[in-house]
Every structure is written in C-alpha cells, then in structure tokens.
C-alpha cells in the first residue's frame, strides 16, 4: 500500500509478512496430524496471535479510555491545550515506536479524551447541542464504512491510496497557512480562511469539511485493512494495540473536523 495510517508502519502489518504454511507442518505423522486437527480452538492469549475480536477488545478499552478522560477535560476545559500538547507527543512516539506499548497508547488515550472533552465543552457553550450532533455523526460515519468494508463493497486500492495522499498533503499544507494566517493576524474570523472564503455561498469550511470526512472514511477503511493484514500475518497479539491505536487516531481526528464543520455552519 503507498500510504496507511502511519501507526501501521511496522512490518507485521505491510504484505508479504511472516506468516504460518503448512511447510511448517513437515516431518509430523498423519496421526499427530489428526490429533491436532481434533484439539480445540486455541484462545489469543495461548496463541499469542493477533485476531480481529482481541483488536476490537483493545480497542473498546482504549475508547473507555478515551471517554473517561473526556469527561474531566468537559468539567476542566482550561486542560484542553496542555493535553493536546501531551497527546501529539505521545501520538510521534507511539508511532515510530518499533514495539507496541499498552501504557503509553493508553496515555495517548486519557490525553486526547481530556483534549476532545475540553473542546467540546467550550463547543457545547457556545452552540448547544453541536456535540451530540457531531457524536451522532461520527458513529453514523464509522458505523456505515465498518458496514461496508466488512461486506467487501469497499475495500483500499493503490491507485485510491495516493490520491488520498495527495489530498492529505494539500489539505495539511492549507492548515498550516490558515493557523499562520490567524496566529498573525491576517484574519480575525474564529476559523480563518475557512468562514472568510465562500463559494457560491457555501462558507469554504463546509466543503473542506464533507472533502474531509470522505478522507477520514477512507483512513478508516485503511486501518480496517492494515488490522486485516496483521491478522492474515499472524502478527504477534501485541499488535493489536496498534490497531486500536490507528483507529482511535482516526475517529479523533474525524469527530474533531465534523464538530468544526457544524460550528461554522452554525456560523
């Protein structure tokens, strides 16, 4: 794949990985054969193996999380941006970790949820109502794209994959000059470029912000398959952090720009 979630770099999740064949199986008789056949399933724990089901696992504890720390942050919206601080820290070093650690992706976890908790609140006082509705939307949007990668309607291609490249470049080379542009004073609108610039009538946020979600849905289907990978390679189970650690970064990131889009369309 050209790009991927940059949580997924490890090998244990890139095509062509490790994995079992039944060459492996050599110099055993047909009747040692059949007694394996004939045990039962082993679980994750006595395999050691990454499977879909302790992914999802992690996943639900690292959201736990993730929602724990989102309410403190509501009650204390002044930790909003030391958290952010912690949380892109803590997300480079998980990231070009070569190993997994639990401890630290569940740092990354109560930080972003003190982070997204802050944010909302002070969201929420100003628009009320604007988080249930990007809530709502998140879990429609990651509800619908789990549905139909799973029914195999949608899946990743390389050709999808450098396109969404592309726009990822484009689209952060347009934030970093629309957080200069507000940090210099060059417009005094709470968004920037994104209230000031309008087409056909359409404040530019908006239209950044639908072109955005289809991204993040498409980041999703990547991690969905990236976590297929590591199945399919039989990564070690530790690397199931990592997946829950991909998607979280993902569906933070997706909740984060729906919550902006419906602010500026309030606006």
Do not use: C, H
């Amino acid at each position: 794949m050209a790009m991927d979630n940059p949580a997924f770099r490890n090998s244990a999740f890139q095509q062509g990985g490790q994995v079992a064949t039944a060459s492996t199986q050599q110099g055993l008789s047909a009747e040692e054969l059949v007694q394996m056949y004939n045990r039962p399933a082993a679980a994750p724990t006595q395999t050691d193996r990454m499977t879909v089901e302790d992914t999802i696992a992690k996943t639900g504890i690292s959201f736990g999380v993730l929602l724990v720390a989102a309410v403190v942050g509501w009650q204390f919206p002044a930790l909003a941006i030391p958290a952010a601080i912690v949380g892109f820290v803590l997300a480079l070093v998980n990231i070009f970790k070569k190993e997994p650690s639990p401890g630290l992706i569940l740092a990354y976890a109560g930080a972003q949820g003190l982070f997204v908790g802050g944010i909302s609140g002070i969201f929420e006082a100003q628009w009320a109502g604007i988080v249930t509705q990007a809530v709502i939307a998140t879990l429609v949007v990651v509800g619908v794209t789990l549905a139909l990668f799973a029914s195999g309607k949608i899946r990743a291609s390389k050709r999808a994959t450098k396109i969404f490249l592309v726009a990822m470049i484009g689209y952060a080379v347009f934030s970093l000059v629309n957080v200069g542009m507000m940090f210099f004073g060059a417009t005094d609108s709470a968004f920037g470029l994104r209230s000031d610039i309008e087409i056909m009538g359409i404040p530019l946020g908006i239209i950044l912000g639908i072109f955005v979600v289809l991204m993040a849905a498409y980041s999703l289907v990547l991690d969905f398959d990236m976590i297929q990978q590591g199945v399919r390679n039989r990564a070690p189970r530790k690397y199931g952090w990592t997946g829950a650690f991909g998607i979280m970064v993902t569906v933070v990131w997706l909740y984060l720009e729906l919550l902006r889009m419906f602010a500026i369309a309030r606006d």
